[in-house]
């Protein structure tokens, strides 16, 4: 038997019509008709969203803080991404896609602390790609956090709206705090 292949061009959408006909080595001898009629298939291929790309991360990938320091930063910003190195994925579809922002998840920390007690305020990247955070009181070590730049496109299915992450550390480093006066 034969069989049909169809290979798409990068990024392609939309739909093609062809038509097929078969043809067996029997001949047109005597009157006879070697050739089927002709049938039609259409494709119809559907956009899918592409992850969207970004990056690299601003050097160094890592802040430094001292413990019990407040919210980060304590002036001026903490440029981790330049959100100009955006570009949404593939295709004519997505051309006109924009940066809806980062998410930032944190993947792990060290010491006796977990994500969820690390910070006080949890980690945030602005669409100016600056970061912020408050260490919880009383916490140090690092924290190892995945960045990823979201495009506005759909996300579920086939569709992919995140980019690949980017991993950024926040390291925390112990103050000496102050002694106080016992009762």
């Known amino acids: 038997y034969n069989e ?25 001898a005597s009157g006879g008709d070697d050739t089927s009629i002709d049938h039609s298939f259409t494709i119809n291929v559907a956009a899918i969203n592409d992850a969207p790309t970004f990056g690299p991360l601003l050097v160094p990938a ?4 001292l413990e019990d320091a407040g919210a980060q930063p304590t002036s001026g910003t903490i440029p981790v991404v330049n959100p100009a190195t955006f570009a949404p994925g593939g295709g004519a579809d997505e051309a006109t896609q ?19 007690t690390f910070f006080s ?3 945030a990247v602005s669409l100016l ?5 408050t260490v919880a009181a009383d916490v140090n070590g690092s924290a190892t956090l995945s960045i990823q730049a979201q495009d506005d496109g759909p996300s579920g299915g086939l ?20 002694p106080t006066a016992g009762t």
Request: proline content about 4%; aromatic content about 8%.
């Open 159 to 178: 569709n992919v709206n995140l980019s690949a992450p980017l991993t950024f550390t926040i390291n925390v480093t112990v103050s000496t705090a102050a």
């Open 4 to 28: 049909l292949q169809f290979t798409l061009n990068l990024n392609a959408a939309g739909s093609a019509t062809f038509n097929v006909a078969m043809q067996d080595s029997g001949g047109t």
């Open 98 to 116: 924009t940066l809806a922002g980062f998410i930032v998840n944190i993947t792990g920390v060290t010491g006796e602390w977990t994500p969820a």
């Open 62 to 65: 890592s802040h430094t803080s």
């Open 129 to 133: 790609g600056n970061l912020t955070y």
């Open 121 to 123: 305020v949890a980690p």
